[in-house]
Nanobody
Framework: QLQLVESGGGLVQPGGSLRLSCAASGFTLDYYAIGWFRQAPGKEREGVSCIGSRGGRANYADSVKGRFTISRDNAKNTVYLQMNSLKPEDTAVYYC????????????????????????WGQGTQVTVSS
């Protein structure tokens, strides 16, 4: 069974930084593109970033471009989301998920931030940006 566990969330002041981690167990992470999503209270879950299975081209939501960086260390079976210049509107529960729908050959080179593609999800980690 694919299991993902997020960590690294917390309370940070505007302009601060956090690094989220997504650790996988029960499967080899490098077979899957991984995405980060977030959900704020009263809002729909939205894509933040994703990365291909072999660290191929990453995608970012316009709202986080230039501030967030996704990376993966397949040897550690972990994907990271470095978040800099955080804003109050970044406050949300952040989830990582594995794309279990896209073929491995395609996911090596690209990823898609489409919720319906992601079949395995972590439990989420809270990020609060507030002074």
């Amino acid at each position: 069974q694919l299991q993902l566990v997020e960590s690294g969330g917390g309370l940070v002041q505007p302009g601060g930084s956090l690094r989220l981690s997504c650790a996988a167990s029960g499967f080899t992470l490098d077979y899957y593109a991984i995405g980060w999503f977030r959900q704020a209270p009263g809002k729909e879950r939205e894509g933040v970033s994703c990365i291909g299975s072999r660290g191929g081209r990453a995608n970012y939501a316009d709202s986080v471009k230039g501030r967030f960086t996704i990376s993966r260390d397949n040897a550690k079976n972990t994907v990271y989301l470095q978040m800099n210049s955080l804003k109050p509107e970044d406050t949300a529960v952040y989830y990582c998920a594995a794309d279990t729908s896209t073929s491995w050959s395609t996911s090596q080179a690209m990823c898609f931030m489409r919720l319906s593609l992601f079949g395995s999800w972590g439990q989420g980690t809270q990020v609060t940006v507030s002074s």
